[in-house]
């Protein structure tokens, strides 16, 4: 089955070097240009991950709504162009919001209510008219933000009916199993990361928190929720707990 793992990785090898460094450093500086990139890389990231977490939705429900022609449908090929689509497509989406960056001219303040450079947070410092901007951003959410989504839904809904009608409880079990841990993913990655980029910035520490759950909490949470389907992982778990009765 198609995993995410590795977009989690880079995302927290993007925000969480310059998050320790601001921790550290008496000045907490950083230059435009690295500020664009930082910018463009996490698009990038966040792009990427969002249509791989769709194809692994798609991976699931041909996995539990039509077994017999997984292997046909879901081949090695198929993975490989659902994976290079979806850096592609994460490129596009990058270019399209970071390009326009590039116009900008800051005249003002130039403090960042935030621990790392977002977009919220930097299109407020500027005194350039910023409708391009906030139109392409807000278009580019709709598009590849909701066009992820929807299609993440539409499979799960086909998932779950297909579940309901299995008749043993062993079987509705490994069922649910098979996707709890990409649903748990999609739910933190969506709801705070369009939560976030949706509502206008303010710079509150709500905000600051939010970021911080998509882009360094939850890449460190997702290895441990994937891992927990493997079962010598949850007995190697019981080991080390000790409690012999939890149920992982």
């Avoid at 930082?38 to 791989?52: D, K, T």
């Avoid at 350039?128 to 839904?153: E, Q, R, S, Y």
């Avoid at 928190?209 to 882009?215: E, F, G, R």
């Amino acid at each position: 089955m198609i995993e995410a793992t590795a977009y989690h990785v880079a995302w927290s090898q993007v925000m969480v070097p310059k998050l320790v460094q601001i921790l550290l450093a008496k000045r907490k500086t950083i230059f435009f240009s690295r500020c664009v990139i930082q910018i463009g890389l996490m698009f990038f990231i966040a792009s990427s991950e969002a249509f791989l977490l769709s194809a692994m939705a798609y991976d699931r429900y041909s996995a539990i709504c039509n077994p017999l022609v997984y292997v046909t449908v879901m081949n090695k090929q198929f993975c490989i162009f659902l994976a290079c689509g979806s850096c592609l497509l994460g490129v596009t989406n990058s270019l399209l919001n970071t390009l326009p960056l590039l116009r900008l001219h800051f005249c003002g303040p130039r403090l960042i209510h935030h621990y790392s450079c977002e977009m919220p947070e930097l299109l407020p410092l500027s005194c350039t008219d910023l409708f391009l901007n906030k139109m392409i951003l807000f278009t580019t959410l709709v598009i590849f933000g909701f066009g992820c989504f929807f299609p993440i839904l539409f499979s799960y809904t086909r998932i779950i009916s297909a579940i309901l009608k299995i008749s043993s409880a062993s079987g509705r079990s490994k069922a649910f199993s098979t996707c709890s841990s990409h649903v748990i993913v999609v739910t933190l990655f969506f709801l705070t990361g369009l939560g976030r980029y949706l509502s206008p910035a303010t710079g509150s520490i709500l905000e600051q928190v939010i970021s911080l759950q998509y882009s360094t909490v939850t890449p460190l949470l997702n290895p441990i929720i994937y891992s927990l389907k493997n079962v010598e992982v949850r007995i190697a778990i019981k080991k080390i707990l000790g409690k012999k009765k939890f149920p992982l």
